[in-house]
């Protein structure tokens, strides 16, 4: 594999001679001090890296940032899974007590949310009323990447149902994919998760899932039990705490389940 850039050219390979990650970083650090210029890598959807097996890429990540000329940028869909992967706070993980900055982007709110459909339109030479950019708002949330994808569908169609219709249709099938590769490796406790998904739709306590897990089961469940299943839906941004209301971080996460 080749990865070519501004004046450079590192050539991969992932035969037997492949390369080490530590070296990789030294080579593009190497780069950076000959540019005069700061190489940036970027992990996309950092949370997946949890999942590598046999490798632990903490090591070389906190050498590099000890010792070369390399800025890390780590994105996610969920950022509790982000942070549970790199371990900042954990004592024994190579990256503890390294400086970070956190930028999190929030859902936008509904006035952001009809401003942001509105000047979309308006680049396109399209003109649509209020009452629909607030209905779209109030079935989709405030989403960036759906309220984008609503945009194409109304585009593509013309009519501000059918791109609902379709833009409703393609965000639950994905929650449902994204909620599957979350149980991957969690078979055991799958219809324990599916049974909170399912309570919390429209906001539940914690009391609330351990009740009726217990009722479901048939026996006491113990309290640690139950928050980390709670948590593990937190981490990975399907649920989200309000006080003591948890709740899906999105309106599309709730139409799926």
Known sequence: ?????????????????????????????????????R????????????????????????????????????TGSQIGMVYRFLRLKDPSSPLFGRAMFEVRVNPFTKEQSIEFLKTGFREVGISVSNNILESAYNELGGIPGWLTYYGFNYLQFGNHEEAIKRTLEYAVQLVKQEFENFLKG???????????????????RWSDVKR??????????????????????????????????????????ARAF
């Open 1 to 37: 594999m080749i990865i070519s850039g501004s004046g450079f050219e590192i050539r991969l390979s992932w035969g037997k001679d492949r390369v080490e990650l530590a070296d990789l970083f030294d080579r593009l650090s190497s780069i950076s001090e000959r540019e005069g210029r």
């Open 212 to 253: 009726m897990l217990e009722a479901r089961e048939g026996y006491r469940i113990d309290d640690k039990k139950v928050t980390e299943l709670i948590q593990n839906l937190v981490d990975s941004s399907f649920l989200v705490k309000d006080g003591d209301i948890y709740k899906p971080s999105d309106p599309l996460i």
């Open 39 to 74: 190489v940036i890598i970027v992990f996309d959807e950092s949370q997946e890296l949890r999942k590598l097996k046999g490798f632990n890429i903490l090591y070389p990540l906190a050498y590099a940032y000890d010792n070369l000329k390399l800025s890390f940028i780590f």
């Open 186 to 204: 969690r078979e055991e406790a799958r219809e324990r998760y599916c049974v909170i998904m399912s309570l919390c739709k429209n906001g539940c």
